[in-house]
């Protein structure tokens, strides 16, 4: 059973870029979740897709946006980066939308914004 | 909306000895609860989860208990072992929503 990977590990961007984070779920898991964890923090809920499509949304504005592909593979796309942007981006894999299954996280793409 | 707070923020204890994490939640309709263990560089891990239906579910050395009256569930970890050293967070949520609310972590400290 292969496990969620994340992709970049680390980058580093500046203020006004914008990044491409990339998920790969775990293999028979249909739903992806992305949290931003600033540092000594909890992770907080970007948004959820599911079946391709957004399936609820915390409270982080337009400029992050996301895509879920066919095979379950995810992306979360940030524009007009700030510097409060600068934080651990946690994808997480489930089956079946919502809780009905446990989120599995990977280990996430530390960003730095400067 | 969900808030979930989480005590203490640091914890120290001796190798062998039980440590317990609390949590309160606010959302009297939230019914499941997990706990999460992140060690350093890693995403966060599932150690053991609840429903509201048990108010407890034990794993080895892992045991949770939830009181929906009062609206807070405790991880507690016995004989406790190096390893376990690593921050803990719980979440709360109910199966129809989309979001797990975490609370602000433990960082459990083992002492051998």
């Known amino acids: 059973e292969t496990g969620v990977t994340q992709s970049p590990t680390h980058l580093i961007k500046t203020r006004g870029q914008q990044v491409t984070l990339r998920c790969s779920s775990q293999s028979g898991h249909n739903t992806v979740s992305w949290y931003q964890q600033a540092l000594g923090q909890g992770p907080q809920f970007i948004f959820q897709y599911y079946r391709e499509e957004e399936n609820g949304r915390g409270n982080f504005p337009p400029r992050f946006s996301g895509l879920q592909f066919p095979n379950y593979s995810s992306e979360l796309n940030v524009n007009a980066l700030e510097l409060d942007d600068s934080a651990l981006y946690l994808c997480a894999s489930s089956l079946g939308g919502g809780q009905r299954s446990p989120l599995h996280f990977g280990n996430g793409t530390r960003l730095t914004v400067t | 909306g969900e808030n979930v707070e989480q005590h203490p923020s640091t914890l120290s204890v001796q190798e062998g000895d039980s440590a317990v994490i609390k949590c309160t939640y606010s959302?009297?309709?939230?019914?499941?609860f997990p706990w999460y263990k992140q060690e350093l560089g890693k995403g966060p891990q599932l150690i053991i989860d609840?429903?509201?239906?048990?108010g407890e579910k034990k794993d080895q050395r892992i045991a949770v208990t939830l009181n929906k009256t009062a609206k807070h569930f405790s991880l507690h970890i016995t004989e406790t072992q190096p390893e376990d050293s690593a921050v803990y967070f719980c979440?709360?949520?109910?199966?129809?929503?989309?979001?797990?609310?975490f609370g602000q972590g433990t960082r459990l400290t083992i002492n051998p």
């Open positions: 979440a709360a949520s109910h199966l129809g929503a989309q979001k797990l609310v």
């Open positions: 959302d009297s309709a939230s019914n499941y």
């Open positions: 609840i429903r509201s239906n048990v």
